[in-house]
């Protein structure tokens, strides 16, 4: 089975523009979550979907939005961007929206900010 | 909140030889999961083993195993036999119950040399 796929794989865009990164979770999972990771740190946690439904939130501003579609796969959108957004995106699914099913990640998309 | 601290920035070890990495966390949780992610140089976050807090017994992983110690909130990795492809950043992340907000550490940087 494929695993946890992520597009693009690399951009770059300027201070103040918009962006959207996509998901898709392995077969038959149903959460996605969504994790920044900034160089030399650890990610941290931005949002959780299941079946749809926003489940978590992290300490993010209202610029980041996501969203879940039918076939489970996700969206990640970035408005008003900042240098600080600069980071790799990842995305993690698991079968369940609670934390007894274990997270699987993307391979990221590494966001330039300029 | 909860959060975890991995105190080692940078480790080395000869091959074939054993290393352990550190992870203490704090939380007020009862029920819970830890986690040691690998992410190698390739970026894709890999999960290398689990711990359920209910559990006593210590996970282990073929040459992977983990010291949980809950009282001490303490989570440390052994890696038994070290290879060259085990050289990677090693997380540390916990994840409360009912959520799948995982929380990770700064990360330790383990390279594994010939």
């Known amino acids: 089975d494929a695993g946890v796929t992520q597009s693009p794989t690399h951009l770059i865009k300027t201070r103040g523009q918009q962006v959207t990164l996509r998901c898709s979770p392995i077969?038959?999972?149903?959460?996605v979550s969504w994790y920044q990771q900034v160089l030399g740190q650890g990610p941290q946690f931005i949002f959780q979907y299941y079946e749809k439904e926003e489940r978590g939130r992290g300490n993010f501003p209202d610029r980041f939005s996501a969203r879940q579609f039918p076939n489970y796969s996700s969206e990640l959108n970035v408005n008003a961007l900042l240098l600080g957004d600069s980071a790799l995106y990842l995305c993690?699914?698991?079968?369940?929206?609670?934390?007894?099913?274990?997270?699987?990640f993307g391979p990221g998309t590494r966001l330039t900010v300029l | 909140a909860q959060t975890v601290t991995q105190s080692q920035p940078e480790m080395s070890v000869q091959e074939a030889e054993t290393v352990t990495l550190s992870c203490t966390y704090d939380t007020s949780e009862n029920n819970y999961y830890l986690f040691w992610y690998k992410q190698p140089p390739s970026r894709q976050m890999i999960l290398v083993i689990r711990?359920?807090?209910?559990?006593?017994q210590n996970a282990t992983e073929n040459r992977f195993s983990v010291n949980f110690q809950k009282a001490a909130k303490s989570f440390s990795l052994k890696i038994s036999d070290s290879q060259l492809g085990d050289t990677a950043m090693y997380f540390c992340a916990f994840m409360k119950y009912y959520n799948n907000d995982m929380r990770f550490g700064a990360g330790t940087r383990l390279t594994v040399k010939p």
């Open positions: 993690a699914s698991s079968r369940g929206g609670e934390g007894t099913d274990t997270q699987y």
């Open positions: 077969s038959g999972h149903k959460s």
């Open positions: 711990q359920e807090a209910y559990k006593q």
